[in-house]
């Protein structure tokens, strides 16, 4: 039935994602029944079918990572007081959208990497809004992927950790998503939350552009105020993404789970020209990152 009812109204992949667990909680309620067990899956329900419904973001409620038979194979907790150049570097420096993007918004104070935007008349590239990326020089194929953050507030730049390939967005080469693709970790918006996606071209033989899958929105405590972990673990079968060790979905989206390396990258984005409108020269935003770990099997 819940796959008639997708397949009719033509839902995208986080609407049918948020429908399909709905069912679940809902059956849940009835299957070892508990009083306990019935309040929160009615209350999964309910936030599951407001996602669908209205696009509200849910709580993460799955298992707890385990990482069990995984070793921790990078890690980079930013103490010193500049940027290790043997692990990192400074990405997509120049014109970038509405702004530009500039090792200058990449700083390191009390054993964090932070990342800055901010409007600055005599930049690098010139006068304009500034953003920050860095990239490690290593790629990588599966494990688990976790960075320790304070995401940037605002509705302007946005904070993000992704994985990312080198050909994604085209067919030949991502072949959806198996040869290649963009997994993003986490975005944060201007919300109390943050959105997992999956970008690849190529899927179920599409010559044309690239598909994506919006994952989901998800709770997270406080974002910009205090430190919360954002983790995928990648396996040979699926991708599952957490918040604080927590699952909030996990996708096979695309023809098949990438077989290739990707980058990692850590990103102040900069949006569109637009998203600055009425901004204030002497607006700044911080995207404060505590460490970031890589473990494999």
Request: with cysteine.
């Amino acid at each position: 039935m819940v796959e008639w009812i997708i397949e009719k109204l033509g839902l995208v992949y986080r609407e049918a994602w948020a429908l399909r667990e709905a069912a679940e909680s809902f059956k849940g309620i009835f299957d070892n029944f508990s009083f306990k067990g019935a309040v929160a899956g009615g209350v999964a329900v309910v936030e599951l079918m407001s996602m669908l419904l209205f696009g509200t973001p849910v709580s993460p409620r799955g298992q707890e990572i385990d990482l069990s038979g995984y070793e921790l194979v990078f890690y980079d907790e930013f103490e010193g007081d500049t940027l290790d150049s043997d692990k990192w570097y400074y990405r997509g420096s120049g014109a970038d959208r509405g702004g530009f993007t500039a090792p200058s918004q990449v700083s390191l104070k009390d054993g964090n990497v932070v990342l800055t935007g901010e409007y600055l008349a005599d930049g690098e590239y010139g006068a304009g809004w500034y953003g920050g990326e860095i990239a490690l020089h290593e790629w990588y194929k599966n494990g688990y992927f976790e960075i320790r953050c304070i995401c940037s507030e605002g509705d302007a730049f946005w904070s993000a950790f992704w994985l990312q390939a080198e050909h994604p967005y085209e067919a030949e080469y991502s072949n959806g998503g198996v040869g290649g693709a963009e997994l993003d970790i986490f975005e944060c918006f201007d919300e109390d939350c943050i959105t997992s996606t999956i970008h690849c071209a190529g899927v179920d033989g599409e010559k044309e552009g690239f598909q994506s899958a919006i994952l989901g929105d998800f709770k997270v405590p406080e974002p910009y105020e205090q430190y919360n972990t954002y983790g995928l673990e990648w396996t040979e079968d699926e991708y599952i993404f957490y918040i604080n060790g927590v699952e909030t979905t996990r996708s096979t989206f695309g023809n098949g789970v990438c077989e290739e390396k990707l980058q990692p990258i850590v990103s102040l984005c900069t949006p569109d020209a637009e998203k600055f409108e009425g901004f204030e020269n002497d607006y700044q935003c911080q995207f404060i990152v505590d460490y970031v770990k890589i473990y494999q099997k």
